[in-house]
């Protein structure tokens, strides 16, 4: 009999609907049930792409003597990570705090008042390796719950208190200045693997807010070091077993230093910041294969995560059918020699072989390979080999494909949305416009109401019942200011400004511009969440900084401006220290350094062949941050197009920055001259 999770939105959840396990959704109602039966509740974290969850999922959760020791002793409530990301800070600090680690499957034990007194992650159904298994965890805890309860209501207490006084510190309310951007510079040179790209060791993450920044700097100061760090870890990540050689796309991180194995789930907010990236460094440097990598990169995001109503799915599962019914995790990536001679005949496949570094020994488990593009001597027919590849492709989608977690989050979608935009109109792919246009609708039709305020998240049409966090009013945000740069449409950009409201009124703390990634009214946890550093996505406080900023140049608002500088006040403070958790927040400092630029585009018509010219000349400026408006004399479109003539009656585009312009000019060459292009 289905559990109370049958009726959820999420996949994750769905997927736990017909455990034997009496779970709740994360609801008052479940802690007035534990309050009314007086026992503990047993709080479980995960998403639905999470292979350990996965397995507690099979080993326990399945088990009929678990569910039953679970339904008699405790509460059992399963959220999803992804639709909660306030739930899973808030505990997910707690356990660091307590035991110096954390991860998914999250497993706390909290009192009716959802007090945290007992932390893990994964358990298994035995004891193993020093653990207990996770029927020995869930004895201690009722033991302690019905026997010492005085002492489980002491620590729970102490928890909540030591959470309560870990204010973050802001430092100045001054914004990062050259002196800063200097020194996280020399503190990333120092974490920097030179020999494989990215820094520190195993396992490896790809470290694309960090990379944006060392584009930006480069292109403010010249840097070369800089450009350097992000071309080298591109292409090296690129070549790896990370990047999916067949299809496009990365998969989550690696768990060796060299990029060669992966976890193989593939998240749409890894595609859209990577995607992103190699379209941002070719635009610094020309490089083919980042062109390359940029274009598959989306393609994917298209093909395998775009969803029918337009929006773009969370992930898709690092595991598969292996073919004999065993879900085994990467099974449908890899390959082995005998794989490749079926696939391919045996003489294309010692090519791919060799092309492809696939051995008889196997890179990854019984003799499978992940596919990489070693550096090689000699040459490879580029036409042969784009012909092995597509034979492989075809091939490899004959297997049982991976699980895909289809809810639309909205903070990955509005990276989505900037990464296909700016792609598309890099590259002239009006599909992937059309694309981000297509996504976008769906935000403001299903996750927007009449006041502006977004839901986090939807399915199959219908929008969930969770409220948008900080981050999702950043991201969409910064999503709708890329597309108004691209399509000429200033309607992108009064949504962004009323995304921003919301991040002015309900979610900055007034006094020092500090920003909760929780608005004010929303629901009441043991602690209002805040968190400025990144993780596998901008925080949504440097996310929020740098959509401040752009909005600010497109509109000429102070008080825009201002949020954005005070903001950034907390990433001078963070910046020369932890610059690989501040990546973003060092970005969004460049653009401040550098003005950022405004730039008005104006033609006789948007369709003008002279004008698409001029504004596709902007967008490929490299100057951080910079905003383009591009438009009619007369369009009330933009702020930025208010008075700006036509020179001669030709396309004209004028540049400012810090209140002082620059002479119009119809000429593209001087343009890109003075953007850095």
């Not at 490896?204 to 990379?211: A, H, L, R, T, Y």
């Not at 480069?218 to 070549?239: I, P, V, Y």
């Not at 350094?593 to 405004?598: F, I």
């Amino acid at each position: 009999m289905p559990n109370r999770l049958a009726h959820e939105t999420s996949p994750y959840l769905l997927q736990h609907a017909d455990n034997p396990v009496d779970w709740w959704p994360w609801s008052a109602e479940a802690f007035e049930e534990a309050r009314r039966r007086d026992v503990p509740v047993l709080l479980s974290v995960g998403y639905s792409s999470c292979h350990w969850c996965h397995v507690m999922a099979h080993e326990s959760f399945e088990d009929a003597a678990t569910a039953a020791f679970l339904g008699e002793h405790f509460v059992s409530v399963k959220v999803d990570r992804e639709e909660r990301p306030d739930v899973d800070a808030v505990y997910m600090e707690a356990v660091q705090a307590a035991t110096g680690q954390g991860g998914w499957p999250m497993t706390v034990f909290l009192t009716p008042d959802a007090e945290p007194f007992y932390f893990g992650t994964y358990f298994p159904p035995g004891p193993r390796h020093g653990m207990p298994s996770f029927r020995q965890v869930l004895e201690g805890v009722r033991q302690a719950w019905q026997t010492r309860r005085d002492e489980v209501a002491d620590v729970a207490g102490k928890i909540v208190r030591d959470l309560s006084q870990r204010e973050i510190g802001y430092g100045t309310a001054r914004p990062p200045g050259d002196e800063e951007a200097a020194q996280a510079l020399l503190a990333l040179t120092r974490e920097y693997d030179a020999r494989r790209g990215g820094f520190g060791g195993a396992p490896k993450f790809p470290p694309s807010m960090v990379i944006e920044f060392l584009l930006r700097h480069h292109a403010r100061t010249g840097s070369e070091g800089a450009l350097q760090m992000a071309a080298d870890t591109c292409e090296r990540m690129a070549r790896g077993g990370i990047h999916d050689q067949l299809g496009g796309g990365f998969a989550r991180y690696s768990v060796d230093r060299d990029w060669v194995v992966p976890h193989f789930e593939k998240m749409l907010y890894d595609n859209a910041l990577l995607c992103r990236v190699y379209a941002h460094l070719w635009r610094a440097t020309g490089s083919d294969f980042a062109r390359r990598v940029a274009l598959t990169t989306a393609d994917f995001m298209v093909r395998e995560l775009r969803t029918a109503e337009g929006g773009f799915a969370s992930a898709l599962d690092a595991d598969s059918d292996d073919g004999t019914g065993r879900h085994v995790e990467g099974a449908y990536y890899v390959w082995t020699p005998a794989q490749l001679r079926e696939a391919l005949g045996a003489e294309d496949a010692e090519l791919a072989a060799r092309c492809f570094g696939v051995t008889e020994e196997g890179t990854f488990e019984q003799g499978a390979s992940v596919l990489q593009l070693p550096v090689q001597e000699g040459v490879f027919d580029a036409d042969r080999v784009e012909s092995v590849r597509r034979r492989l492709l075809a091939k490899r989608a004959e297997r049982p494909a991976p699980g895909r977690d289809d809810k639309v989050v909205a903070a990955w979608n509005g990276l989505a949305i900037a990464a296909l935009a700016e792609t598309g109109a890099y590259f002239d792919r009006p599909d992937l416009v059309e694309a981000a246009v297509g996504a976008a609708d769906l935000l403001v039709r299903l996750h927007m109401d009449e006041h502006a305020a977004l839901r986090r998240t939807s399915r199959d049409g219908r929008a969930g019942a969770n409220a948008g966090v900080l981050e999702d009013y950043a991201d969409v945000a910064e999503g709708f200011l890329a597309l108004a740069s691209v399509t000429g449409e200033g309607v992108w950009l009064e949504f962004a400004g009323l995304l921003l409201g919301h991040v002015l009124t309900r979610f900055a703390d007034p006094e020092t511009g500090a920003l909760y990634d929780t608005a004010a009214d929303a629901e009441q946890l043991i602690r209002r969440p805040q968190d400025p550093t990144d993780n596998a996505t901008p925080s949504g406080w440097s996310a929020a900084a740098g959509a401040l900023l752009g909005y600010a140049a497109h509109t000429g608002s102070e008080a825009h401006r201002t949020a954005a500088e005070r903001a950034l006040g907390v990433v001078g403070a963070l910046g020369p220290r932890v610059p690989r958790f501040t990546g973003w927040g060092l970005a969004v400092a460049e653009a401040l350094l550098d003005g950022p630029r405004e730039v008005a585009v104006v033609g006789p018509s948007l369709d003008d062949a002279a004008a698409r010219a001029l504004h596709r000349t902007a967008l490929l400026g490299t100057a951080p941050g910079a905003v383009v408006a591009y438009g009619t004399p007369d369009s009330e479109e933009f702020p930025l197009l208010a008075d700006r003539p036509l020179v001669h009656g030709e396309p004209t585009a004028y540049v400012c920055r810090d209140f002082t312009c620059d002479a119009p000019t119809t000429d593209p060459d001087r343009l890109r001259t003075a953007l850095g292009g």
